[in-house]
C-alpha cells in the first residue's frame, strides 16, 4: 500500500492550494483519512479528518478556511485550503486507517508529505 501526496508549493499570504492524495495497492476498506503536518521545529499536528462516513473534524485553527473531502471509489483524500497564512507552513502528511484484505486488522499508512511554504 502506498499513499501519494501533491500538491504543495509555495503561496502568498490569502492565497489558495489544494493538496491530494491517492491511496494504492491491495486494500479491502478504508476508514479515516486524514491531513496533518508538521511545522519546523513543531510536533505534528492534525489539521483535518474525515470518516468513511463523512464525518469530519478540523484543527481550530484550520475551521472556516479548509475542507477536507474524500472520494471513496478512487481511494483519494483532498485538502483545500484558502486564506492561507505564514503560519501554515508546514510539511503536510496524509494518512488512511485501512485494512488491505478481509482478513486483516486496520493500520495507519502514511504518504511521504509535501511542502507547503506561505510567504510573501
Known amino acids: 500500500v502506498q499513499l501519494q501526496a501533491s500538491g504543495g508549493g509555495l503561496v502568498q499570504p490569502g492565497g489558495s492550494l489544494r493538496l491530494s492524495c491517492a491511496a494504492s495497492?491491495?486494500?479491502?476498506?478504508?476508514?479515516?483519512m486524514d491531513w496533518y503536518r508538521q511545522a519546523p521545529g513543531k510536533q505534528r499536528e492534525l489539521v483535518a479528518a474525515e470518516t468513511s462516513g463523512g464525518v469530519t473534524n478540523y484543527a481550530d485553527s484550520v475551521k472556516g478556511r479548509f475542507t477536507i473531502s474524500r472520494d471513496n471509489l478512487k481511494n483519494t483524500v483532498s485538502l483545500q485550503m484558502n486564506s492561507l497564512k505564514p503560519e501554515d507552513t508546514a510539511v503536510y502528511y496524509c494518512?488512511?486507517?485501512?485494512?488491505?484484505?478481509?482478513?486483516?486488522?486496520?493500520?495507519?499508512?502514511w504518504g511521504q508529505g509535501t511542502l507547503v511554504t506561505v510567504s510573501s
Open positions: 494518512n488512511a486507517d485501512l485494512r488491505r484484505s478481509i482478513s486483516d486488522g486496520y493500520r495507519v499508512y
Open positions: 495497492g491491495s486494500i479491502f476498506r478504508i476508514n479515516g
